[in-house]
């Protein structure tokens, strides 16, 4: 990832406008900004989230709150709790979220 041509900034996500995505069950919240090509993303599962969709989309996931489970299409899962992380690249494994109790994230992609 290359970042340039953004000027320092802050962002306050309390002022992001959310928008709902619903999931195969539940629903994920986003507040989202770009900046040129990347996305940076406050992320909120609902209790009982599950994504109605595998991912090939790369991203940089830090877990801030509650617990996300991670799927990948081959079978593999892993589990993040506040303050873990996963990193995965565009078209390198397909993968899917869930959470049972919520979870709050900040993603970069």
Known sequence: M???????GSTDW???EPVEHKGE???ATWRTQLFGDIRVRMVDYSPGYLADHWC???HI????EGELHTELEDGRTFVLKPGM?????????????????????????
């Open 2 to 8: 290359e970042m340039t041509n953004i000027p320092f």
């Open 14 to 16: 309390s002022q992001v």
């Open 25 to 27: 069950t539940g629903a």
């Open 56 to 58: 090939n989309k790369g």
């Open 61 to 64: 996931l830090l877990c801030l």
């Open 85 to 109: 992380s996963y990193q995965v690249a565009d078209g390198a494994e397909a993968h899917r979220s869930s959470t049972a109790t919520g979870a709050k994230l900040f993603i970069v992609d």
